[in-house]
Nanobody
Framework: QLQLVESGGGLVQAGGPLRLPCAAS????????MGWFRQAARKEREFVAA????????YYVDSVKGRFTISRDNVKNTVYPQMNSPKTEDTAVYYC?????????????????????WGQGAQVTVSS
């Protein structure tokens, strides 16, 4: 079973880049689709982004489109998501998730139940 460990986050200045590395153990990361969710205080967990195994299919929530990118290091089995120009409304606990099933066109996996493995979450606070 794939185990995920998140790092990064903390206090970030609005406008500065936000990085949330997600490292995996137990399986080869490149064989899994990747997703990110976030949960702000007193709100439900919200879909942020998803990437297919090859990276050829991507989905984003409208609020992060154009600001969210990822890169992979298959040797370190780590994925490096980055959000540019973070805003105070991006403050939340961020979770990375994976699933062995790949993402399909026209069927964005926007609900938590679509994902099989989760990281422990990383608190991000964006200050103005």
């Amino acid at each position: 079973q794939l185990q995920l460990v998140e790092s990064g986050g903390g206090l970030v200045q609005a406008g500065g880049p936000l990085r949330l590395p997600c490292a995996a153990s137990g399986r080869t990361f490149s064989n899994y689709a990747m997703g990110w969710f976030r949960q702000a205080a007193r709100k439900e967990r919200e879909f942020v982004a998803a990437f297919s195994k090859s990276g050829g299919i991507t989905y984003y929530v409208d609020s992060v489109k154009g600001r969210f990118t990822i890169s992979r290091d298959n040797v370190k089995n780590t994925v490096y998501p980055q959000m540019n120009s973070p805003k105070t409304e991006d403050t939340a606990v961020y979770y990375c998730a994976t699933d062995a099933s790949d993402i399909e066109y026209g069927r964005p996996p926007r609900v938590p139940g679509d994902w099989g493995s989760w990281g422990q979450g990383a608190q991000v606070t964006v200050s103005s």
